[in-house]
């Protein structure tokens, strides 16, 4: 079958990646992509959200599968519109509508989800524009430190956590009155700080049924030690050890059931990814947030796991067939090192060659890079995810950062500890 992914990250080439290895797909697109998808697909010059133009490459090119990357198109409803469209409505997509992508799209919606589902999660109250002073008074009440999250989509820069009540009032007045986030902070949720070890956790589901996918940990701050601002995620490693057996369970009952129902109940047929981010409390596991997508750069390790045929696995979800689908998964450990511009995630430079790529033994997924006169370029913060196999995570550590240390560009930088944690743990 033709094949179409929407998108142009390190996410979006692993799944090309994993999907080119099936011999269901034939033709591989990727719209827009980028210098390392255009290794294993053909990348098209059509924009994540321009939903007119993908439908007509759609009927063009006899697309049988979408699948949809990021958010953003999910959120604007790219669903929506293929199911609106008389040639287009067959088309079979892993990601969810309009509706189910408000589980990502407002912070708010997930919230109350959660509360009505009974899944686990940080309590909450919500406050809007015209309420500084209540959310002030309301912040006044509570304990340091103070998670501050605005309700709408804001580029994974939407949340705050103060140390100080001075700081949290002061973020919240600039949330709600000066719009610090835009839009999506016109409303604004104060949430109670959960005190543990965050992991993700990744469910296909077809609506009815789902596939648990297996789990990883990201490194979300941009300095070794996790100090300095969050990003997008600056490495990952898949298994995390402690989701063992017992905690999964949990995870499972508690979490990813309800979760499933409660969007059956609610009328949405959901179908596609839902990514877990969760809070392990003294071995109990709290949702901070769903997202209605694969995790960028938890992607990258999580493809390098999985052994079953992953077009196979979404087509099956995109036609409600994934009950007793298995899922054979590599015991391995895989880990990724994402390699970014100086300054991400502030001010960066791109249009930087890049050299030293095909040299090591780890694979290299491109993120923010485009090909010119013959030459690999970076194009963004984030430019590659090198990822690694071990059969232990020490291991996977060394496999990829070999590779990480032969590929260079003018300032280029990286984490040098990722995994060091779980190293540590495993000793
Ligand atoms: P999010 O954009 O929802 O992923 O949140 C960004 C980060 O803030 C998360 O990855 C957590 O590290 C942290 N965070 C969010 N909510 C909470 C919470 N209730 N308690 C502690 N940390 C949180
Ligand atoms: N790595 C976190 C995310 O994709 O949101």
Known sequence: MNILIIGSGGRE????????????????????????????????????????????????????????????????????????????????????????????????????????????????????????????????????????????????????????????????????????????????????????????????????????????????????????????????????PFADKAFMKKVEERVIIPTVNGLQQEGIDYKGFIFIGLMNVKGDPFVIEYNARMGDPETQSVMMRIKSDLAELFVACAKGELKNKPLEIDPSVALTVVMAAGGYPDHYEKGKVISGLDQGKAQVFHAGTKSREGKIISDGGRVLAVTGKGNDIGEAIANSYETVQKITWENSYFRKDIGQDLLRLSK
């Open 13 to 240: 080439h692993a799944l090309a990646w994993k999907i080119k290895q099936s011999p269901l797909c034939k033709n591989l697109f990727v719209a827009p992509g980028n210098a390392g998808t255009s290794l294993v697909a053909t990348n098209v010059p059509i924009a994540v959200d321009d939903f007119s133009n993908l439908g007509s490459f759609c009927v063009e090119n006899k697309i049988e599968l979408v699948v949809v990357g990021p958010e953003g198109p999910l959120v604007k409803g790219v669903r929506n519109f293929f199911a609106d469209d008389e040639r287009l409505k067959n088309i079979l997509m892993v990601g969810p509508g309009r509706d189910g992508a408000q589980l990502e799209g407002s912070k708010d919606f997930s919230k109350q989800f959660m509360l009505k589902h009974q899944v686990p999660t940080a309590r909450a109250k919500t406050f809007y524009s015209h309420q500084t002073k209540e959310a002030q008074e309301y912040l006044s009440a509570l304990q340091p430190p103070y998670v501050l999250k605005a309700d709408g989509l804001a580029a994974g820069k939407g949340v705050v956590i103060a140390p100080t009540l001075a700081e949290a009032k002061e973020a919240i007045r600039e949330m709600l009155e000066e719009k610090k986030f835009g839009d999506a902070s016109a409303k604004v949720l104060i949430e109670e700080f959960l005190d543990g070890i965050e992991l993700s956790v990744f469910v296909l589901c077809d609506g009815r049924h789902y596939v648990i996918l297996p789990e990883a940990k990201d490194y979300k701050r941009i300095g070794d030690n996790d100090q300095g601002p969050n990003t997008g995620g600056m490495g990952s490693v898949s298994p995390v």
